[in-house]
């Protein structure tokens, strides 16, 4: 995949086999194309949260989320990002699109999931966000640094349902309550 610097609007066109109009009169901007993108990937990981299943407890909504955002981050996401650091950070303000509509949106709506199992008597958290990022972490564990470093093949679909299951189990370990799943 090619750096988001040398992506162009007419490659865009070009693989979605459209013209360069076409594009421009759905996304005003490169950075706009991408943002979207961003925001289409974090609502597919954000409907494992919201879709209510009979009888499905805390565990198994916490494995599915995680499952969900590993299959991005593991998968999809590592492959790219060696492109990135350096974008984002010539650009601070695509840098804080971008976050808003991926990762930060993913991470609040955690948040509110973990403060509403904390309501119900599941969890005990002193910090919904600081608990949230724990989570995250240990489904990620250190996996995402090795493969931006080109140490790991993204992960398989069997690695992902481990680390979702495993980080759940500890996250339900250190936060929830004997019921909590």
């Not at 943002?35 to 009979?54: F, G, K, T, Y």
């Not at 601070?92 to 509110?112: D, F, K, M, N």
């Not at 931006?148 to 992902?160: D, Q, R, T």
Request: proline content about 3%; aromatic content about 6%.
């Amino acid at each position: 995949m090619q750096p988001y610097e040398a992506v162009t609007m007419e490659a865009v066109a070009a693989l979605a086999g459209v013209s360069k109009m076409t594009v421009y009169s759905h996304f005003r901007d490169k950075e706009t194309l991408f943002e979207r993108n961003v925001v289409a990937i974090c609502d597919d990981v954000l409907a494992s949260l919201r879709v209510r299943r009979p009888g499905e407890d805390l565990r198994a909504r916490l494995v599915a989320v995680g499952t969900a955002l590993l299959t991005v981050v593991l998968r999809e996401t590592c492959a790219t990002e060696h492109a990135f650091p350096v974008t984002m950070h010539a650009n601070r303000l695509l840098a804080e699109r971008v976050y808003a509509a991926g990762p930060g949106r993913i991470h609040s709506a955690l948040a509110t999931e973990i403060t509403a199992a904390a309501a119900k008597g599941e969890l005990v958290v002193d910090d919904s966000d600081r608990a949230a990022e724990d989570l995250i972490s240990l489904w990620e564990g250190g996996l995402p640094a090795k493969l931006v470093f080109g140490l790991a093949e993204p992960a398989s679909a069997e690695e992902i349902e481990l680390r979702a299951e495993r980080g759940t189990a500890v996250f339900l370990r250190a936060y929830g309550t004997r019921g909590s799943g």
